[in-house]
């Protein structure tokens, strides 16, 4: 596994948390956006909103080609404060700018709906939760959903095409009333049926 | 309980519906917007999200005036097809404009977020699923968690003032997504923490 940055040298030095976790984890490695994604089969876009454009743009769209995107991203805009809001919303989502910049990347929207921890330990919460799958490539979404299956996710909603993550990406304004409210990020949403 | 509409005799005698549903409701009354608002201490706005504003202005302000309004509508805009879009959203909601257009009104977003049937028996899931409150009133709110729970809601999470209503509202994308991913409106979120 590597992770992309603009410069690696100012991401290692930057704070304590990012140099710790690396030395933790010897298997992973940090690069540039473009190296990352050159060597990778699967890219995953963990970007902030407004960093998933640029970051995808300097990882070279011939590195996407082809590719799984897995965006986890979240459209907020914090310019007002908090809660933010969302720059792209409703007749549009994030998930589909980022299609429609690289038509030839097989986007799948997932991950964005609960705090990164439990992205890959939703066992943590001790009981299911659900997560959504959206993309336009069949066979994309069923390796997303085996990774997510591998991490242990027990309930993947395959909610249809990627203009689902507009569904997905407006759940953030509840999530984050809900942080508000219950003083903690740890939660999740399942799907009760 | 008394229902109220535009004309309670053309509501009659639309389809077969409503008055098989009053007929086996004998303590239900069907009558103007203004009477059923005139004498009841709780009023429900059930409405379609742009029928929210008219309903209410014909029910009259001094007929809710100090009275919880509980709000249950969503700003659905099927102008464009399926699934609709929101005509108000991220920055503001329905709830607020009710509240807005009626200051002394005591609005409680609530049960927005699942399918009527299961607003009033939840346990018809068969197992526990959340909703939420959203209101400037504590007062008005603890009511209304009482009403919820007296129909078996075992999981009411007060999300804030009333414009926490605008994460509630901005979950109906989602929702008509899962909809129509699941085939079925009996589900339910679950916030699992």
Redesign the interface.
């Known amino acids: 596994m590597v992770v992309g940055t603009r410069d690696p040298e100012v991401t290692r030095q930057r704070g304590e948390s990012f140099g710790e976790w690396l030395e933790a984890h010897p298997d992973a490695g940090l690069t540039t956006f473009g190296e990352a994604a050159a060597d990778t089969e699967l890219v995953v876009n963990a970007t902030s909103g407004p960093g998933a454009l640029p970051a995808l743009e300097a990882a070279g769209s011939d590195h996407l080609a082809g590719k799984v995107v897995v965006d986890i991203s979240n459209p907020l805009d914090f310019s007002a404060g908090f809660p933010p809001?969302?720059f792209v919303?409703?007749?549009d989502s994030l998930a589909e700018q980022i299609q429609r910049a690289f038509p030839q990347a097989r986007v799948v929207k997932t991950l964005n709906t609960l705090t990164a921890a439990l992205m890959v330990k939703p066992a943590e919460?001790g009981?299911?939760?659900s997560v959504?799958v959206s993309g336009n490539d069949e066979a994309a979404k069923a390796t997303v959903t085996e990774l997510l299956q591998s991490f242990g996710h027990t309930d993947v909603?395959?909610?249809?095409d990627l203009s689902?993550a507009?569904?997905?990406e407006?759940?953030l304004?509840?999530?984050?009333?809900?942080m508000?409210?219950?003083g903690?990020a740890?939660?999740?949403?399942?799907?009760?049926?």
């Open positions: 809001t969302l919303k409703d007749t919460l009981a299911d939760s959504f909603i395959d909610l249809g689902t507009r569904g997905t407006m759940l304004p509840v999530w984050l009333r809900l508000g409210a219950l903690t740890t939660f999740n949403f399942k799907i009760v049926r």
